[in-house]
């Protein structure tokens, strides 16, 4: 029964990413939904995008053994990171789209920049993600294993191969609906799961006496080394990444017509994240008491579905556990093809032409096909790379923020004076960074620092990324009037059928 609801499931994204090819007609509808998505579908999208099945793997063995602490310095702080930047960073995404016509992250960063570092950022940004996408891979691998002792290698190749055929099919418009879907079963599975606890362990009022019968140090806010100065570092990070820094999640914003949509689905998205991983972690902090012996800390989740829940619901929660990775790596999968198709190709042609309508939608295609194949690779061989935990936290979060800053804050008028060489200092100091602190001194740093030492090994490249790309900015001023203009034209909302006769020639000139 838990395989005929597995594979129904499955049968649904398919069917979703079907369904959502014929909404496609050319390139803009592939990588931004034509620019007409609803506030309340890039919300969600936003949020189902934005974690996967690794909360159920590494972030879930580190709330089965540090308690409520996770919940402070993952969930409370990527909720903060939208509030913080819902005014900023989501409408001028949207404005970029409308100002521009560009449907990749990375388009405007020729004008803003130059081509060199636009290229630099896309490749670089590019290959790093085939790395986090595989984590996701491994730890949804993890999951099938545990529950119905598939191969983790047949585990990837499963999800893998059902993601692929709807991601390369019906591109963000498969990705969004699937992902209102995902959310809806994950909803389902979710308070499945939260029902069948507490019946175990005292009903209701467990909510809040469970606290009582576990390790005082699993009610802290804070347990090393998951520290406040990691939880100010994760909010850092989170900033950066959540607004846009993390390009399937600018594309969200990219999509909706115009800036106070984006701003809305921005607070929606910020909403559950405060909210809903309170319900999905609650299993795994009772855990202890349930399951107090568990060899692998990582399998905490597993295990608790497949102990608590009867035959058929327990193939509905892993549909859901599934439902958010294959949320998030169709979704980089369709913004790495547009990166791909609309940045880092017309760089290699001759005179830098981009290719026609047609040829842009194919090339996207075959393009997100190759990227999810290449970190179902990455996935198989993820143990190499740290395991799970090693390439969530430390590769993509230590190397996130080099890529970022020169993104996010390259869109705000009082960055106006970081040109070309603040963004790559920015780029090259924050890579150099993150190779010193995890090759070359992690045995001094972990000696020296102690329980500071994982903050200052995921924090380091992005503090070191943004001094730079400040101090650089300072003192080698460029002044650069189509990147002022185009500063000052999205800094304003619009309607999203206003384009005024300056507008078009814009839109032209950067094209």
Known sequence: MDWAVLCAYFALMIGMGMWARTKIKNANDYFAAGGVMPWWLSGISHHMSGYSSAAFVAYAAIAYTAGFSVYIWWACTIGLAMLIGYRIFPPRWARLRQRTGMVSPLEYLVVRYNLPTQQVLAWSGALLKIFDIGAKWAATAILLNV??????????????????????????WANA?????????????????LIEVLSHIGGVSALWTVWRRLPPSHSHLFVAPYTPLFAAVFLLINTLSYNGGTWNLAQRFIATPTGKEAQKAALLSASLFLVWPLVLFFPVWAAPLLLPH??????????MARIMLPRGLLGLVLGGLFASTMAMTSSDANAISAVVVR???????????????????????????????????????????????????????????????????????PFRRCGPAAALAAWSGGVLTFMLVKFVFPAKIAHCAGDMAPAISVGGPVIIALILYLVV???????????????????????ANEYLAEDIEDRREIS
């Not at 609906?177 to 799961?193: P, V």
């Not at 568990?294 to 295990?303: K, V």
């Not at 997100?368 to 993820?382: G, N, P, Q």
């Not at 900015?473 to 309607?495: H, V, W």
Request: hydrophobic fraction near 55%.
């Open 294 to 303: 568990i060899a692998d800390p990582a399998e905490s989740y597993a295990l």
């Open 473 to 495: 900015g300072l003192f080698t001023y460029e002044s650069k009037p189509a990147a002022n203009a185009l500063l000052q034209s999205i800094n304003r909302d619009f309607p």
């Open 177 to 193: 609906l699937t992902d209102l879907t995902q959310f809806g079963i994950q909803l389902i599975a979710g308070f499945a799961m």
């Open 147 to 172: 529950l119905a002792k598939v191969p983790p290698v047949y585990g990837v190749l499963l999800t893998g191969s059902v993601t692929l055929i709807y991601a390369v099919t019906g591109g963000l």
């Open 343 to 413: 940045d880092i190709l017309p760089a290699l042609r001759r005179g830098h032409l981009r290719m026609s309508g047609i040829a842009q939608l194919l090339a996207g295609r075959i393009c997100t096909f190759a990227f999810l194949a290449l970190s179902m690779v990455i996935a198989i061989y993820a143990n190499r790379f740290g395991g799970v935990l090693g390439l969530l936290i430390l590769w993509f979060a230590a190397l996130l923020g080099p890529i970022a800053i020169p993104m996010l804050l390259g869109m705000l008028l």
